[in-house]
């Protein structure tokens, strides 16, 4: 298995108060991305970063914000979470610059639950 | 809009028979094809894509797959299912632009019984 660790695997929040998860990798990968995960919806892109500092939005980023200090950290912040929000939550990695590989692998996921 | 169709919620199939699971998928250009499986409470694991070349890929644990570019389909396939394949695949497409993001189907749920 790729080496891609998601925190906390579990977590239930109220309403209105900040939510951050990690992802971290030791794959050295310079893609990351945050998706979720719905019932009829397949996974859907949040954000996703291509490299330190390097940010970008993806299908479904609003309420959501980001940030990557480091190549294998990517964390996803719910600046003020809603019921709307409740999901799994999963962080992938990917390098198709290396041109040996261009599948992304995943994290094992974060259930997230806004009450 | 880019977007990946997998028509079928479900599929039901007798163990020892061959499976299809469809895929469609609407993206300008030459993207990349992939499926990957989910087990439940696990993240999504690769089982295998197209890039180029022939049509007809291999995977693992015995799945293939058939491009047809003139349907703009990638169906997946096994000639004799196992219970153990029962999960939950994803036809996922990446357009290849400069995020190498990946655009997911919905989801189709295998059900191999015994």
């Known amino acids: 298995d790729a080496g891609i660790t998601q925190s906390p695997r579990h977590k239930v929040t109220e309403t209105g108060t900040p939510v951050t998860l990690r992802c971290h990798q030791t794959e050295n990968h310079r893609y990351m991305y945050w998706y979720r995960q719905d019932p009829g919806h397949g996974l859907r892109l949040i954000h996703y970063s291509y490299g330190v500092k390097d940010t970008d939005k993806g299908e479904v980023s609003d309420g959501y914000s980001v940030s990557r200090s480091k190549t294998e950290d990517f964390l996803l912040t719910l600046e003020s979470a809603t019921s709307s929000q409740t999901s799994v939550y999963f962080c992938a990695i990917s390098d198709p610059m290396r041109g040996v590989s261009t599948e992304a692998f995943f994290g094992q996921g974060t259930r997230l639950t806004v009450v | ?114």
């Open chain 2, 1 to 114: 809009a880019q977007s990946v169709a997998q028509p079928e919620d479900q599929v039901n199939v007798a163990e020892g028979n061959p499976l299809t699971v469809k895929c469609t998928y609407s993206v300008s250009g030459n993207p990349y094809l992939f499926w990957y499986v989910q087990y439940p409470n696990r993240g999504l694991q690769f089982l295998l894509k197209y890039i180029t070349g022939d049509n007809l890929v291999k995977g693992s644990y015995g799945f293939e797959a058939e491009f047809n570019k003139s349907q703009t389909s990638f169906h997946l396939k096994k000639p004799s299912a196992l219970v153990s394949d029962s999960a939950l695949y994803f036809c996922a497409v990446s357009p290849m632009d400069s995020s190498y993001k990946l655009i997911f189907g919905s989801g189709t749920r295998l059900l191999v019984r015994p």
